[in-house]
């Protein structure tokens, strides 16, 4: 028997057949919908494209560009944390004796929501005032605390196991890992009053950036097995100080049936309107939770877990980074007739409060940044693309 010279060389033509009849590989649906409100936000830069807005030096040369925290590289991962945790360092500019939970410039943030909650959820403002609110803390981070990236984004749909992603995998680059596994009970959670089954946390934060972090202020609206024994805070406004571990309860529950990437792309094609798209956002049925909540849950825990007091979780600006960007997604399908929208009353769970007003004014007390003090009407935060703003989605 005669025994050839084997080539590597021979195989070629074969991997060539096979690459060339091979699958492409699936683009998800809402990475597709994101693709379509990236090129129309380059249109309206352009200028082939109007939106409504107001533009003010918004252009290609001073455009800030917004990545999943995934997608960052470490490095820029590692100068996020680090300045989230300056921001937990800084002193409050808040008065110590209204304000005695706040400790640092940090929880002037945190404060400001607790102050705002009833007027900026369920109502027309909702995604304006949370844009300006996000933005204003991404300022912060900028200015005071030397930061040289923008704010990062937790696209809810990447990870059907948040626990092993790169934002709660507990690594030194991550945002911190899931709560200690303790023993706990569910709890019913959201607008359908739902029991929800504990995850594999519910104790304190131990692991990467986040470990030992310190939560100053509430509880107000727990959402906990009570036998985790969060302290009440001193004060029933939740203004009182009240130190104790932050805490996580991290699980898939809702990744991998209300934030998939179906889902997400499925809730932005149904809303052809500003009213039913922020609607079904924020609203839970018997049938599923919606994407608001639905994210908030899936860190759970203390204080993410608190309606009110859910900014001091540092992951709280992940997920309205991406509440941000899936409204961006939405009104950049069609921008020339969604971007003005505005609709929806004035004060959450008051179906007769006033009506909004573009016109109206929004406010961030100590959180504004100096270009901004004083408030900004809803009509300047429309659009990314104008106003304070200079910003897409990557």
Known sequence: MVRGTFSP???????????????????????????IALDNAYKILNGTLADGSTRTTCSKDTLAIRKEFGDMTT?????????????????SKLSATSYPGAKSRYDDFVVVHINMTMSVHSTANFLHWHRYYVWAYE???????????????WNWGKYPDPTTSPIFNGDAHSMGGNGESVKHAGYRLGMANIMVPA???????????FANTTVNLGPLAPSVDTALKIPKNPRSDGYGYNPRCLR??????????????VDIANHIK???DIDTFQTSLQTDTTKAFGLHTSGHYSIWGDPGGDFYVSPAEPVFWLHHGQIDRHWWIWQNQDPASRVMQYKGGTVMMQANSKPGKIEDIQQLSVAA???SQGGLPSKSLVSTLAGPFCYIYQ
């Open 139 to 153: 300022v912060a981070l900028r200015t005071e605390c030397g930061y040289k990236g923008y704010q990062p984004y």
């Open 248 to 261: 996580r309860d991290v699980s898939n529950y809702f990744t991998t049936q209300y934030t998939r990437p």
């Open 9 to 35: 060389w021979l195989l070629l033509p074969l991997a060539l057949t096979k690459s060339a009849f091979a699958a492409p590989t699936a683009v998800e649906p809402d990475a597709e919908l994101a693709a």
């Open 75 to 91: 490095a820029e991962r590692d100068d996020y944390t680090s300045s989230v945790k300056c921001l937990m360092k800084a002193p």
């Open 369 to 371: 940044p100096a270009i």
């Open 199 to 209: 995850g594999k946390g519910g104790g304190c934060v131990t692991t990467g950036p």
């Open 270 to 272: 149904a809303a052809k």
